[in-house]
């Protein structure tokens, strides 16, 4: 498997706390990986880092095969979580002077710039001053100056922070576009069911240090609770072996009654549904797998909201 | 070093091109003339307006008989001192003036009452027509003969003369001073503008939050120096366009003076141009022929090309540090307690220049002129009167150490800076900022 990035037991130290505490991370090429974890637990330290923004104490990065140096910084495209434009300057020439900062030729930055303007519809707006721009129309403005260089490691530091809601699904599927187009989406959010569904790999980070790791899929089973809801017609009284309810909520449709029961390992569900079907009609049934979130707080052992 | 000229670009396009750069640069030739031309239209006006005003004279010695003139009605009394007095409180008259039974040898105990405290002009204005009075009735009463008395003034002018490395030339110590206090005074200025341009540009990126897309792309330093040099050349494009200007004025100004005042105006042009028939005419007033020389005997060019290296090296060295304090705040308004340590300096060196006129070679004109902190404003303050070649080099070379070692300082705050929002912020933050590993 080839890695876009490989992180080696980074460390960063502030003058009061530790940022980052023996973190590794490895980022397959063509993933998106989220860098999960509450407010203060060190995932800006670690884009930054990526960044070459500031250096870590300890550790190393490599990036594509490359020991990363200041000449990768082409290869990367970031959106921070503090992000803004100049505000008197004009669109193009903003997008233009970003561009040449990532070591694009003028010529080549202004097709590319044109091409993304075209795509997010916003073509007219080359001579439009940022100030002039909505809240909306200036996020389209920096998410097109993270991509428009053809980025292969894009980094979005809480990039669903602030856009409101058809921008949110814009990007989300351009993150989608760019991912099956082959660039390496690594991005962090301490929102963790928001963009759950959207990453393939996770990277749980609490107090410094890496809690859990992995692909999502694989994860979710790992943390299965082997927990499923019911909808039904009429309450459920009666259950297999192995099984117990543990919630029941009445309801004010079809199905009058919301269950949850939960199983255990080697018990089939088959079972439950012969006992039921019996005394009721199931209009719906299905397991519930944990949220990230539910496992953050399992591993860390408190709610962090 | 691709980047730094990326950043360059931006900053000195994105000014120059503003229609306030082409105001002011237009403007602000145009805009102290006017206001010096304003002033001096009201005080002229105001000269005009004024009423003859009453000045009450109480001479008991019977010898001061001042004639009234267009400023003031003198009308003598007689009687009392103090009935004086209550009489004048009483009137609309502008003073009144006591004088005594005095000796000639030792006029005392004159006395000028008024309703407000006299100006010094106005005092002295008085002091000297009654010395004159005085003087004339001594003349009369020593018999002192008037012609001889006129023949007895005499008028020396010394045509100074400076032998340095360069040769001969003739100098004026006014136009020395004047060259001085121009140039420092304008070197003042321009630091503070421009260094306020500088932090007014860093604060902008900071709080408009554009800053860490820059810093992902380029160091902070390349960022902090791409900035300050962009614009300085703003600065120095709006002296090119202002010396283009002033040429452009100076040649209108000898055309229609020529015009219009006919042969004495092609003369006056002429002895500008330093042109050996315009001088001859002139010849005759020895003040007239030291200026000339002394205008034709200074490098301007020179001159000129130090103007630009002092303003340069003394705009990076405070425009480094107006850089710092820029990117340790977050608001214009914040940005004031860490002002005082970069103005304290700038301020002294305008005192010095002050000083170093009066006396350009004393010891503390050459300290001054040395230490990168004063040495923009201080030498050029020196620069007219001459300048051993020695210390101007030392100076030069002290000059661009100094904006090598504040651009160092300022760049380890303004990295850290930079990324730092809403934190709060004082000297010992700063100091840790400055030894924070990056």
């Known amino acids: ?30 993933c998106i990986l989220g860098l999960l974890g509450p407010n203060g637990a060190g995932k800006t330290t670690f884009i930054r880092i990526v960044n070459q923004i500031i250096n870590p104490d300890l550790g190393a990065i490599r990036i594509f095969g490359e020991s990363l140096a200041p000449k990768h910084i082409e290869w990367i495209g970031y959106l921070p979580e503090e992000r803004g434009l100049y505000k008197k300057m004009k669109v193009g020439d903003q997008l233009l002077f970003l561009a040449r900062l990532k070591g694009l030729p003028s010529k080549e930055a202004k097709v590319k710039i044109k ?23 200036a996020q389209k403005i920096q998410f097109i100056s993270t991509v428009m260089h053809d980025p292969k490691l894009i980094i979005l530091d809480e990039p669903f922070s602030g856009f409101d809601p058809i921008n949110a699904n814009l990007i989300r599927d351009e993150i989608l576009r760019l991912r099956d187009n082959g660039a390496t989406i690594l991005f962090s959010t301490h929102r963790m069911e928001s963009v759950e569904e959207l990453c393939d790999q996770i990277v749980l980070i609490h107090q410094s240090k890496i809690m859990l790791e992995g692909e999502k899929t694989e994860i979710k089973s790992r943390y299965r609770s082997h927990t499923y809801v019911i909808e039904s017609t009429d309450k459920i009284s009666k259950l297999p072996g192995g099984f117990e309810i543990i919630k029941e909520v009445p309801l004010n449709g079809i199905a009058q009654f919301e269950t949850h029961i939960k199983g255990g390992e080697g018990v089939s569900t088959n079972e439950v549904l012969q006992t039921i079907i019996k005394e009721t009609e199931v209009i719906s049934f299905r397991e519930k797998l944990p949220t990230i979130n539910d496992i953050f707080i399992s591993i860390a052992g408190t709610n962090h909201e | 070093m691709n980047r730094i000229w990326t950043v360059f670009q931006r900053e000195y396009i994105s000014r120059v091109k503003k229609k306030s750069f082409l105001l002011a640069t237009i403007l602000t030739p145009l805009v ?27 001479d008991e010695s019977g010898k001061i008989r001042p004639e009234s003139n267009s400023k003031y009605l003198y009308e003598f009394i007689e009687g009392d001192l103090e009935e004086a007095k209550t009489a004048f409180r009483e009137s609309k008259d502008f003073a009144l003036i006591y004088i005594p039974e005095f000796t000639l040898e030792k006029p005392d105990g004159f006395m000028y009452y008024s309703r407000q405290n006299p100006s010094l002009s106005t005092v002295s204005d008085f002091e000297k027509d ?33 032998l340095s490395d360069e040769g001969e030339k003739e100098s004026s110590a006014g136009i020395a001073y004047g060259i001085g206090y121009a140039g420092g005074f304008l070197i003042y200025i321009l630091i503070f503008v421009y260094g306020g341009i500088v932090m007014q540009g860093v604060i902008e990126e900071k709080s408009s939050k554009i800053v860490e897309i820059i810093v992902s792309s380029v160091r902070p330093f390349q960022l902090m120096l791409g900035k300050v040099l962009g614009i300085a050349s703003v600065g120095i494009t709006q002296f090119l366009i202002w010396a283009v200007l002033l040429n452009i004025f100076w040649f209108l100004a000898i055309v229609v003076l020529g015009v219009n005042l006919g042969d004495g105006g092609m003369e006056a042009a002429n002895a500008m141009s330093g ?72 301020i002294a060196s ?27 404003v201080v030498m050029m303050g020196r620069l007219g009167f001459g300048v051993p070649t020695w210390e101007l080099i030392l100076s030069m070379v002290l000059l661009v150490g100094g904006f090598f070692f504040t651009i160092w300082v300022a760049g380890r705050i303004y990295r850290v800076g930079i990324l730092m929002q809403g934190s709060k912020v004082n000297y010992k933050v700063l100091a840790k900022w400055f030894m924070t590993k990056m």
């Open chain 2, 32 to 58: 102290f003339p006017a206001i010096i031309a304003g002033m001096v239209y009201f005080v002229v006006a105001d000269k005009k307006k004024s009423q003859q005003e009453v000045v009450k004279v109480l």
């Open chain 1, 115 to 137: 091409y993304w303007m075209e795509r997010f519809e916003v073509q007219g707006w080359w001579h439009k001053k940022v100030e002039d721009l909505s809240k909306g129309m």
């Open chain 2, 350 to 376: 305008i005192f010095g220049l002050f000083f170093v006129l009066e006396d350009p070679n004393s010891s503390l004109a050459f300290w001054l002129s040395i230490i990168p902190l004063s040495s923009p």
């Open chain 2, 275 to 346: 042109s050996q028939e315009g001088l001859d005419d002139l010849g005759s007033d020895p003040r007239v022929m030291n200026i000339m020389n002394a205008i034709a005997g200074i490098n301007f060019l020179k001159i000129g090309l130090l103007f630009i290296f002092y303003f340069f090296g003394g705009y990076l060295l405070y425009g480094a540090l107006f850089a710092a304090v820029g990117a340790a705040v977050d608001s214009p308004s914040e940005a004031q307690q860490f002002m005082f340590p970069i103005t304290i300096p700038i």
């Open chain 2, 130 to 162: 009654f010395e004159n009075i005085i003087r004339e009735i001594k003349l009369e009463t020593y018999q002192v003969d008037r012609e001889v008395l006129e023949k007895l003034k005499t008028s020396v002018v010394l045509r100074t003369v400076n």
């Open chain 1, 1 to 30: 498997m080839e890695l876009a990035l490989e992180a080696k037991n980074i460390t960063k130290h502030y003058t009061k706390h530790t940022a980052l505490d023996d973190v590794s991370i490895q980022i397959p090429k063509g």
